[in-house]
Nanobody, 126 residues
């Protein structure tokens, strides 16, 4: 069993930046794809970004709402993934969840991921 732990959330003003981190409890092929989702109050959990694994650099995918503002990256020991969030907007306010997937293809659906962290709160004030 793999455990994922997020950190780096907090309160920031609109236009500011935050960097989220997610650490896996062990090196494993179970997190060959790592991603970020978010869930705002009263809304469904939605895809934010994901990155696959490759010795030459994994592929990335972003939701349209964050493209150009957020950047996902990972270490190639397959144990950590990061989300650099710039130009934050109040609508980015949500709990952000890290997720891991066993199959090395990026998907945007919640059910496509096998492991989840507990989430970290991001609040953007206007």
């Amino acid at each position: 069993q793999v455990q994922l732990a997020e950190s780096g959330g907090g309160l920031v003003q609109a236009g500011g930046s935050l960097r989220l981190s997610c650490a896996a409890s062990r090196r494993t092929s179970s997190t060959v794809v790592m991603g970020w989702f978010r869930q705002a109050p009263g809304k469904e959990r939605e895809f934010v970004a994901a990155i696959s694994w490759s010795w030459t650099g994994g592929n990335t995918d972003y939701a349209d709402s964050v493209k150009g503002r957020f950047t996902i990256s990972r270490d190639y020991a397959k144990t950590s993934v990061y989300l650099q969030m710039n130009s934050l907007k109040p609508e980015d306010t949500a709990i952000y969840y890290c997720a891991g997937r066993k199959v090395n293809t990026i998907v945007r659906i919640v059910t496509g991921y096998d492991y989840w962290g507990q989430g970290t709160q991001v609040t953007v004030s206007s």
